[in-house]
């Protein structure tokens, strides 16, 4: 039980720098759809769409793989993050290189031509995501939850104060609003026409911080590289480099190819462009699923490698997926049955409460693909990463077939509805293998009939309109408070005797 507190604890403190830190970030939502059109927006979801997609070919796999060889390097922890990290230094000034080196092309072939300034911003961005992504990992090997908490609030939170100087300050100069004295220099500096840019820039600049901020992570680090070393890292990571791509391909491509295959007038008196931007704003409200995620995440890998010799290892795994699925249930039920209320909180203008019907769609991709993550375990700690990519990549093929005949039938509803089928055939193809190579006693049954219960509930409830945004509050919460104490009752003689969030279950 120590080591599942001892997770929960990490995850808390994870999950506070991304849950506290992303909801202040997320103010920039209403910001976003205040200051941009549809269209504008559309360019700053395709291009961070892109941007995702190149991480993982920045990053291939070492942070896993750091993990993985840390105990097992004769050199020790501190000899791996040298060889890791120079890995990543070389690696990523290549590839950044490369794109400089393209920039305009890619600009014109993207149809943005003469904007390259961002390409290359986002080049140095994602160089700078894969030189830290080692030393974060490092924070995260020796259990320092509460520094890695810190630095990636004070990151997002600057990057926010960034957005609101951009967009708001100099904005409203640029309008004449504030402080006339200063528009001259504004209308002269300021790029009003392409104010989607400094989004990109805000965050290069952040990010930038993030080296001076983990500088004592890099102390005593020296520029090494050892073939015979790096030879059995690269083959246990390199087939979670094509993983890490398939990933992308299945959570970020329906953003990208919405824009080209979505047939023109699909949506009346809207562009391919215009749907983009409402389909991004409204994806974003899948972060309440996602967050959680990414804070289990964080804690889940290195514990279940430290716990991988256990012999009790199996069940405690068992139940801990448990655990994510309940909680993860409850999140889904909870946003879904008042997206009334969070789509007049965050999307300003109407035109984006448009697709908040798909929202429901994204939650419960996002839920399997916690599941599947949970369920990834058995490839990792077996050493055969190679299925992960093969499975990651059926996932991928889901996603591009799919989006190719939905989206010009259904429009971005039909990518909402890939991602939970790409999500779906993941999780059930790895629950499938990792039962002949690294059998885990999960209680399938159980949370399936979580994930039916809080489907009929969300569905149930939603046939209740009554017209009036507070009493389908209202009426709507009460399917909310239905999911806890139907859980409360099942689950009473499981808590019985502990504290939860400070509470004594009777």
Not at 2 to 11: E, F, I, M, P, R
Not at 421 to 450: C, D, E, H, R, W
Request: positive net charge; charged residues 15%.
């Amino acid at each position: 039980m120590s080591t599942v507190k001892g997770l929960a604890g990490d995850t808390m403190w994870y999950g506070l720098s991304s849950i506290v830190g992303r909801m202040i970030s997320y103010l920039l939502v209403p910001l976003y759809t205040t200051v941009f059109l549809p269209g504008e927006y559309g360019i700053v979801t395709e291009l961070y769409a892109y941007t995702a997609f190149l991480y993982p070919v920045f990053t291939y796999g070492i942070e896993t793989a750091y993990f993985r060889f840390s105990n097992k390097d004769p050199d020790g922890e501190s000899g791996l993050f040298n060889l890791a990290t120079s890995s990543l230094i070389l690696s990523s000034i290549c590839l950044a290189s490369l794109l400089f080196w393209f920039g305009a092309d890619i600009a014109v072939w993207l149809e943005y031509p003469g904007k390259e300034m961002v390409f290359y911003w986002l080049a140095a961005v994602l160089t700078v995501d894969a030189i830290t992504a080692v030393p974060f990992a490092r924070l995260r090997f020796r259990k320092k939850a509460k520094k890695f908490a810190f630095i990636r609030f004070f990151n997002i939170t600057f990057a926010v104060f960034l957005n609101l100087f951009f967009l708001v300050f100099c904005l409203n100069i640029y309008e004449g609003d504030w402080f006339p004295q200063w528009r001259p220099f504004m209308l002269e500096h300021y790029d009003f026409e392409f104010k989607a840019k400094y989004v990109f820039l805000s965050n290069l600049i952040s990010n930038s911080l993030l080296i001076i901020l983990l500088i004592k992570e890099f102390k005593g680090f020296k520029f090494t590289f050892s073939r015979k070393k790096f030879t059995p890292i690269i083959l246990y990571a390199s087939p979670l480099l094509f993983m890490g791509l398939a990933g992308m391909t299945n959570e970020m491509l329906s953003r990208a190819l919405l824009k080209f295959w979505l047939p023109a007038g699909f949506y009346q008196d809207q562009t391919s462009m215009d749907a983009l931007g409402i389909f991004g704003a409204c994806y974003k409200l899948s972060v309440f699923m996602m967050l959680g995620i990414q804070a289990f995440r964080y804690a889940a890998e290195p514990f279940f490698f430290s716990n991988a010799e256990s012999k009790d290892s199996p069940a405690l795994f068992a139940r801990v997926m448990t655990g994510f699925a309940i909680f993860n249930a409850f999140i889904f039920v909870s946003v879904s049955l008042n997206l009334e209320v969070i789509g007049m909180l965050f999307l300003s203008k109407p035109i984006y409460r448009e697709g908040l019907y798909i929202v429901p769609f994204l939650l419960m991709a996002y839920f399997f693909n916690g599941i599947y993550y949970n369920l990834s375990v058995w490839y990792k700690l077996t050493d055969r990463t190679i299925y992960g990519a093969l499975i990651t990549i059926l996932g991928a093929l889901i996603t591009i077939g799919l989006n190719y005949v939905l989206i010009p039938i259904m429009g971005y509803f039909g990518s909402a509805i890939v991602t939970l089928i790409s999500f779906l055939a993941m999780s059930a193809t790895s629950y499938i293998l990792g039962k002949k190579y690294y059998p885990v006693p999960y209680q399938v049954n159980k949370i399936l009939s979580y994930v039916v219960f809080s489907s009929f509930l969300v569905f149930g409830f939603y046939q209740f309109d009554s017209g009036n945004w507070l009493i389908n509050f209202i009426l709507r919460n009460l399917g909310v408070l239905l999911f806890v104490l139907v859980t409360y009752f099942l689950e009473r003689r499981h808590l019985s005797g502990r504290v939860v969030f400070g509470l004594k279950i009777p």
